[in-house]
Nanobody, 122 residues
Framework: QVQLVESGGGLVQAGDSLRLSCAAS????????VGWFRQAPGKEREFVAV????????YYADSVKGRFASSRDNAKNTGYLQMNSLKPEDTAVYYC???????????????WGQGTQVTVSS
């Protein structure tokens, strides 16, 4: 079993930055990929980013490419999502998830955090 806890969300203005953290406990963190998803009110959950076990591979949704960066520190059992140049349309609850491959499909991820709210004002 793996427990994931996100932190770092908040209310910011357009153009600001935030860094989300995803702290893992339980099963060996470095055996799992870390995905980031978000869900805005009235919308379906959507893929944001994924990072592989070693951190050598990342992939991003087109909507965040060039602005967001996923990283991880396996020694600290923590994944990160650095979000720069935030836009009002980035407003959503952000979730981290852990799985066995670098899929963009939410159904491929076994473990999920509780989510953290990110609100970007214009």
């Amino acid at each position: 079993q793996v427990q994931l806890v996100e932190s770092g969300g908040g209310l910011v203005q357009a153009g600001d930055s935030l860094r989300l953290s995803c702290a893992a406990s339980g099963r060996t963190f470095n055996s799992l990929t870390v995905g980031w998803f978000r869900q805005a009110p009235g919308k379906e959950r959507e893929f944001v980013a994924v990072i592989n076990r070693s951190g050598s591979y990342t992939y991003y949704a087109d909507s965040v490419k060039g602005r967001f960066a996923s990283s991880r520190d396996n020694a600290k059992n923590t994944g990160y999502l650095q979000m720069n140049s935030l836009k009002p349309e980035d407003t959503a609850v952000y979730y981290c998830a852990a799985g066995l491959d670098t899929s963009i499909a939410a159904r491929r991820y076994v473990y999920w955090g509780q989510g953290t709210q990110v609100t970007v004002s214009s």
